[in-house]
């Protein structure tokens, strides 16, 4: 609740974000979560163009998206895993978190985002608020979020954010690398 708070006020700070950092600095903050050290976590970044966001925002997407694979992670998969895929290029960067979860019934994945909504007769530790509060800084954020999911095999979240990078930036960034042929 204080994080949903925190985050609707305050202002979308833009900077050079570094994903490993961000990804280090979850995994290492949830490494105490129930089955944490049972879940692979595969991680690949596409693109060489800086990412600019708001990367506290970001570090609580990343957070929350990550503990729901561990904490809803198939307790009889012999490999429970969550691929992170991260792809940036000048004008987005598109984040996808897929696991091999217990899944999400088709029914409850218009509710998933809903403040307080837990899936009847999940038996994992939470309030509710996690997804709903992706959502909102997604959407402070101008993006889009997608969820797919299918019970025993697992989750995909797709969050598309647009790369604030600055224009000038950019173009000085081309010329380096056409220097460099």
């Known amino acids: 609740m204080i ?3 925190r985050s609707s006020r305050l202002k979308v700070k833009i900077s050079e974000v570094d994903f490993k ?7 290492t903050n949830l490494r105490n979560l129930e089955g944490a050290h049972r879940i692979e976590i595969k991680t690949t970044i596409e693109g060489y163009i800086p990412f600019y966001s708001d990367a506290d925002q970001l570090a609580v997407i990343f957070s929350n998206l990550i503990s729901n694979a561990i904490k809803f992670q198939h307790v009889h998969e012999a490999h429970p895993r969550l691929e992170m895929h991260i792809e940036v290029d000048k004008t987005r960067g598109v984040f996808t978190f897929k696991d091999n979860g217990i899944g999400i019934p088709k029914e409850n994945l218009t509710k998933v985002f809903d403040m307080f909504f837990r899936a ?21 954020m101008k993006g889009k979020i997608f969820a797919d999911s299918v019970v025993s095999e697992g989750s995909k979240f797709v969050i598309e ?5 600055d224009p000038d930036l950019f173009r000085k960034l ?6 460099s042929k």
């Open 3 to 5: 994080n949903t708070t």
């Open 21 to 27: 950092a961000i990804i280090a600095q979850a995994l």
């Open 120 to 140: 009847p007769g999940n038996a994992a530790d939470g309030s509710g608020l996690g997804l709903y509060i992706v959502k909102e800084i997604v959407r402070k």
């Open 161 to 165: 954010l647009p790369n604030k990078i």
């Open 174 to 179: 081309e010329q380096l690398m056409q220097n």
